[in-house]
């Protein structure tokens, strides 16, 4: 009976440890981009994590399919289904879930203003991530936009990079022959509202030197860098210098002499087109644009935030943050995964990274970029406004329906009316 | 693409007493058209449920509908209730601040110019599509007709495959097909011609509904087919007898007689064609300069882009009514009552 006694106690009190042991894990839901480079670096990543912190683990998962991840987080936050943390969040979307009250400041936690010096960010979260004296964000990734050109056609011409509209125009004259699908530059048309970040918005940062083309009071871009960007998409245009149907890898195949290009492309140019040789430039500029200045340009850049409200959960989270973002090795890991520039102001100086950027000569052009590139203008409405851009400016220039000038006093008034109400 | 619809009163009872389930998507309309069409099993139904005592009759009748009384409840009623309500109040879908703003949203929709470009874009689908799909189905219905029944099963089911596609998938190889560099303009080129499948804003509408009845040719040809099978062919051996063509059967016994299903087809068709978002979202998205842009991607891209939850409702309610308006009149248009008792 004893005996009885003692192994039911036992089997009790393993039992009840087991349960107190399965309460103090505290389980956070992370949410990461959905890209095959990015999945496999979180996905090793969380593993050392949830290994080494067993009463503190990750349920790591992509952001579900869908047409932005915008769209998929606010779906599943509006139906109580969203993460406790998540990357891929941009300025402008992040302001939207402040203003919802669904991020968690950052600076409130121990440690804050330690873990921006310790990652070498402190500039860069002061100066384009704050948001009413708070931060909500940190950044991951800064990827600057810049244009890829066809070396081996501009070697056979004869014509060197261009570097102003004038130059494409002038190469176009000689090169361009859209019966024999050869077109001088590739301007997209698609109507998402994040194509615009990849020219208008791009372009407007480069002849304006970095000047914002809104804010949250107005729009700012009603100047001579929106109208001449704008007379140079609209002869490329009826020249017929750009096509306007959609090709698959227009540039890599010679549909097209030269694109606006991301670096994530590089890892895919170089095993689906192994034999394309390609020349990283800045962004074009006006023709009265001093050469011997620096050209900005639009930088893609997403950061972490935290949306759980419960405490717990926030520690978890703060842990994780300060574990990633204070060892260099998770950067240069992230570096060589993605082939994406992480959101640090020693990228070119740390010899952590240098190692890898000379022999990834491609990257390490983009690199350059990084002191001039500017993230997206701050507006919560950013996915509206865009929305509206390519409505009143971009698609009536390209198919020809407004001038230049039109388009731009109309985009004004339009977009001020929506920042407006 | 077709989600639930409205509860539109698409049949006259006397002909189809139990078609209320047509609330619902293609497939349930598809069972009950092939029950009544091929299977012939309503009466023997009938038979058993007549041997049963009226309340036992009734609870039987309650259990076996039970399944489909809870989805409607829960996957229609509630959310359509819940989206008339939304359809009232400024809500960004996300906050639990909800202000009522009662018909601002309703004006705001009407006033929109997107609004009546939605429509233009749809009829001009609705044009292209019924068109076109009402052809190439009954001439597909005419063929599977002509062979042997033994094979026709596999006809029917090859090209049933379409319909039951991924729209996702199948959006995606379409958009490549008709590329710049794609096979269709590749195989154009020969003959000096080249078309911007999905950007030239005059012709994408038509590329999309060209996709879409890709889509539905095999299921509207089993609707075609069911109807022939369902025609006396008595009245065809008389009409040779009377030395009628080939061309005078067609036109005036076999279209006459498929009267009800040209209804069925035309009222489906214009339902798609209001209701189109996969193939629009997944090509164009919604360009180029609006051209194909549908209400339900306007809806989409309101609530779950904009976070505009209440616009996009009453934009739904709308939507719906237009849509009713369309099927009301085409059925006033094109249905005859006294073909079907011929």
């Known amino acids: 009976m004893k005996k009885t006694l003692v192994v039911l106690l036992v089997s009790a009190l393993v039992m009840t440890l087991a349960g107190v042991g399965q309460m103090a894990t505290t389980t956070i839901e992370f949410w990461t981009a959905p890209n095959p480079f990015q999945e496999a670096f979180w996905s090793e990543t969380v593993k050392e994590w949830n290994s080494t912190h067993p009463d503190q683990q990750i349920k790591w998962q992509v952001i579900p399919a869908g047409n932005s991840s915008e769209e998929v987080v606010l779906t599943a936050l509006a139906t109580g289904t969203g993460p406790d943390l998540s990357t891929n969040i941009f300025t402008g979307f992040a302001a939207q879930l402040i203003e919802n009250d669904f991020l968690v400041p950052f600076n409130q936690f121990d440690g804050f203003e330690e873990l921006l010096k310790a990652r070498s960010m402190e500039n860069i979260v002061k100066n384009g991530w704050g948001f009413n004296g708070n931060y909500y964000v940190l950044p991951l990734y800064t990827n600057p936009m810049a244009y890829w050109w066809n070396k081996d056609i501009l070697d056979e011409l004869g014509y060197d990079v261009p570097r102003t509209y004038g130059d494409v125009l002038k190469l176009a004259a000689n090169y361009n022959d859209p019966g024999k699908q050869k077109y001088t530059l590739l301007v997209r048309y698609e109507p998402a509202w994040w194509d615009r970040w990849y020219d208008f918005c791009l372009s407007y940062l480069a002849n304006s030197g970095g000047k914002p083309y809104w804010d949250s009071e107005k729009v700012l871009f009603n100047d001579e860098h929106a109208l001449k960007y704008m007379e140079f998409i609209d002869q490329l245009f009826r020249k017929k210098y750009a096509p306007i149907e959609s090709f698959q890898d227009p540039l890599q195949k010679g549909i097209v002499l030269g694109s606006i290009e991301g670096p994530w492309n590089i890892n895919y140019t170089k095993e689906a087109y192994p034999d394309f040789k390609y020349v990283i430039a800045p962004p074009l500029v006006p023709d009265d644009y001093p050469a011997d200045q620096p050209v900005h340009t639009f930088a893609d850049t997403k950061g972490m935030v935290m949306l759980t409200k419960n405490k717990q959960k926030q520690a978890v989270a703060w842990n994780f943050i300060k574990w990633y973002f204070s060892d260099i090795r998770h950067d240069a890991k992230w570096l060589e995964m993605t082939n994406m520039l992480p959101s640090r102001e020693d990228v070119l100086e740390r010899k952590e990274f240098a190692e890898y950027l000379s022999a990834n000569p491609q990257l390490a052009e983009y690199a350059k970029l990084l002191p001039y590139s500017v993230p997206p203008a701050l507006n919560s409405k950013t996915i509206e406004l865009q929305t509206k851009l390519n409505e009143v400016l971009w698609e009536p220039v390209i198919y020809g329906k407004k001038t230049p000038v039109k388009a731009i006093n109309d985009a004004e008034k339009e977009l001020n009316k929506i920042i407006k109400q | ?342």
């Open chain 2, 1 to 342: 693409m077709v989600s639930g619809g409205a509860s539109l009163p698409l049949f006259p009872k006397n002909r189809v007493s139990n078609l209320w389930t047509i609330w619902f998507d293609n497939d349930i309309r598809f069972i009950c058209c092939v029950e009544r069409g091929f299977l012939g099993g309503s009466q023997m139904r009938k038979n058993l449920i007549e041997r049963k005592p009226f309340k036992q009759k009734k609870l039987i009748g309650y259990l076996f509908s039970s399944p489909f009384i809870t989805f409607t409840l829960v996957m229609w009623i509630y959310p359509f209730l819940w989206g008339i309500v939304i359809s009232f109040k400024k809500w960004n879908l996300i906050s639990p601040r909800q202000t009522w703003v009662w018909f601002e949203n309703y004006i705001g929709v009407l006033k929109d110019p997107l609004l009546w470009l939605m429509v233009r874009n749809s009829i001009y689908f609705m044009v292209v599509f019924i068109t076109l799909t009402t052809i190439t189905s009954l001439v597909l219905a005419l063929l599977i007709k002509q062979i042997p029944k033994k094979y026709a099963g596999f006809f029917i089911t090859g090209f049933l495959l379409s319909y039951v596609a991924s729209g996702v998938a199948y959006s995606m190889v379409f958009n490549l097909l008709f590329a710049g560099d794609g096979l269709v303009n590749n195989l154009l080129k020969i003959i000096g011609v080249k078309v911007g499948w999905f950007t030239d804003p005059k012709i994408a509408m038509a590329s999309i509904a060209m996709i879409v009845c890709w889509k539905f040719t095999g299921y509207y040809g089993l609707f075609f087919l069911a109807g022939l099978n369902n025609i006396n062919p008595t009245l065809y051996e008389a009409a040779v007898i009377d030395g009628a063509n080939a061309w005078q059967r067609f036109t005036k016994i076999t279209v006459p007689l498929l009267n009800a299903t040209f209804v069925m087809i035309i009222v489906f068709a214009t339902i798609t064609s209001f209701n189109l978002f996969t193939e629009p979202y997944m090509i164009t998205n919604g360009g180029p300069m609006n051209a194909t842009r549908t209400m339900m991607l306007e809806i989409y891209h309101r609530v779950f882009a904009l976070l505009q939850a209440g616009y996009g409702s009453a934009l739904a309610i709308v939507s719906a009514i237009i849509t009713f308006a369309f099927v009301w009149t085409f059925r006033k248009l094109i249905e005859k009552d006294d073909i079907y008792d011929t």
